[in-house]
């Protein structure tokens, strides 16, 4: 299987398993099976009242990043922090209290790092990671590092946040490179949580109603990533626990496709996605790919 099919379905899985999740955002999972049994198709609304197949932040952000780094030819702060200025400024359907809060500070120092504080550990900075993981796949450790941090400070200074973003780039870097699920947990997930133990997903009851802090939202999608053994099994386990659904059906979508490629992505999935925002993922996960290999 080539990058780039392992590539797009990265991104066209984030943005699907968005549109899956924002239907039961903030439910319950014992909400979610009276309402609808197993949740598991594109059908829009929840409490944003969305259109099937329409996304939320989580893939708005990320491709406001991914244009940004587009334009600059790689990961730059500033690009990142005017683009995520301008998206805030569009009045997206959705916006996260950190990231509005320090989009906000950004607008009156011109400093596109906010404060480092503890408190700033939400999942808003690794939902939005992908185009990262994209435009420096192959490139130095040092350099990717310091590219993930970069586009995480512009709203999440915050070593938890740091770690995970860190962590989900690495994961996804081996995965286009054909590494297998065992790969990806002996080498990635295990590792994160011996070094910060709030990311321990082995020996915790099954993660339900996960919040949007980045410790609970990594243990969603590590337990249904690594406990389920297709692309659509990974969804819809991860959305049906509830709670931040549609920022765990993102990540897990982007490391699921990452990992079984664009042939494991249901076809009814694909064509209730919006269109537009399909298009925006494939041409971006092409382009962002393309600036790896010149860097």
């Known amino acids: 299987m080539f990058v780039s099919d392992r590539a797009s379905a990265a991104y066209l899985g984030l943005a699907i398993g968005d ?35 329409q996304v939320t932040d989580d ?43 320090n989009l ?12 480092y504080s503890d408190h700033d550990a ?17 490139q130095d450790e040092d350099t990717v590092r310091a590219a993930s941090r970069a586009q995480a400070h512009v709203t999440h200074h915050c070593a938890l946040s740091d770690a995970a973003c860190e962590c989900l780039v690495s994961m996804v870097h081996d995965a286009l490179r054909g590494a297998g699920k065992n790969d990806l947990l002996h080498d990635h997930a295990h590792p994160l ?9 082995r020996a915790v009851k099954p993660a339900r109603n996960p919040s949007g802090y980045v410790a609970d939202t990594l243990q969603a999608v590590f337990q249904s990533f690594f406990d389920t053994d ?51 993922c494939a041409m971006q996960a092409h382009s962002l790919l393309g600036i790896s290999s010149k860097n």
């Open 122 to 138: 939400g999942n808003g900075a690794a939902m939005r990671v992908l185009p990262v993981a994209l435009a420096t796949f192959g």
């Open 193 to 201: 949580a011996a070094r910060f133990p709030a990311f321990k997903f």
């Open 19 to 53: 549109a899956l999740g924002s239907t039961v955002e903030f439910m319950t999972p014992r909400e979610i099976a009276a309402k609808y049994g197993t949740h598991d198709k594109l059908i829009g609304g929840g409490w944003l009242h969305l259109k099937p197949g």
């Open 230 to 280: 297709d692309f659509q099994g990974c969804l819809v386990d991860v959305v049906n626990r509830g709670g931040d659904a549609d920022t765990t059906g993102a990540i897990a979508g982007m490391l699921a496709g990452a990992l079984y490629g664009m042939e494991e992505i249901p076809e009814d999935w694909l064509k209730k996605l919006d269109t537009e925002t399909g298009s925006a």
């Open 104 to 115: 906000l500070q950004f607008r009156k120092t011109g400093s596109p790092e906010a404060p």
């Open 59 to 101: 893939t708005t952000m990320s491709l406001a990043l991914g244009n940004a780094i587009l334009a600059q030819g790689k990961v730059d702060a500033l690009a990142a922090a005017q683009a995520f200025d301008a998206w805030m400024r569009a009045k997206p359907v959705d916006i996260g209290n950190t990231v509005r809060r």
